[in-house]
């Protein structure tokens, strides 16, 4: 009777012994297919959202040619913070910059100041950004103030000389370029409401 209980024992600890080893292999298994799953959608995703220098300079040039002048920075300012050691990038961030500077000043010297000034505004506007490529730049901040200065000034001067001529419309054009590039301007805001009411008290005698 002792043989028969021992031989019982025996067969149910083989028994337990087997089903303890099977639980831990399923659970290694399945530890090891979430680590598998993890690693594999995490490692897409670091990949994807580098892109290379010489992509990013060409994307920034279809903006560049597009007029789309807040976009490269955007493009290279986003892509600069993921990548804030990269020489490379830097130098065709500051490339770019340069380049749609140089834009500005030809605008500039044929006296289109509201095309210049426009540029001006959108980089001095950044200009907290560009620290990382300060010195890599052929402008500054102060550079960008006084071009900003005389376009302000150029366009108000177009605008008051237009209206005393009676040319309304084109007085409002220049008017609309200073808001552009200096919003909170007074001063300009009272001359367009001035030169509406104008405009519309002519267009009700007419």
């Given at each position: 009777m002792m043989e028969?209980?021992?031989?019982?024992?025996?067969?149910?600890?083989?028994?337990?012994?087997?089903t303890l080893q099977s639980c831990t292999g399923i659970e290694n298994l399945v530890s090891s297919n979430k680590s598998n799953q993890t690693s594999s959608k995490t490692r897409p995703s670091s990949q994807a959202s580098s892109r290379s220098p010489a992509h990013v300079e060409n994307l920034a040039q279809?903006?560049?040619?597009?007029g789309n002048y807040q976009k490269m920075i955007n493009t290279y300012n986003y892509e600069h913070l993921?990548?804030?050691r990269d020489v490379q990038l830097m130098q065709g961030y500051a490339r770019s910059l340069n380049s749609i500077?140089?834009?500005?000043d030809n605008a500039y010297e044929q006296?289109?100041?509201?095309s210049a000034g426009r540029?001006?505004?959108i980089l001095q506007k950044n200009y907290g950004k560009f620290n990382p490529i300060v010195q890599m730049l052929s402008f500054n901040n102060a550079y960008l103030s006084t071009r900003l200065f005389y376009c302000k000034k150029n366009l108000s001067i177009q605008g008051f000389q237009e209206y005393r001529k009676g040319n309304i419309n084109s007085a409002l054009v220049s008017w609309q370029d200073v808001l552009e590039i200096d919003p909170n301007n007074t001063e300009i805001k009272e001359a367009i409401e001035k030169a509406k009411l104008q405009q519309k008290n002519l267009a009700q005698k007419r």
């Open positions: 028969f209980f021992r031989c019982k024992l025996i067969v149910f600890l083989v028994v337990l012994s087997f279809k903006h560049i040619r597009a993921k990548q804030p500077k140089t834009t500005a006296k289109n100041y509201a540029i001006y505004y």
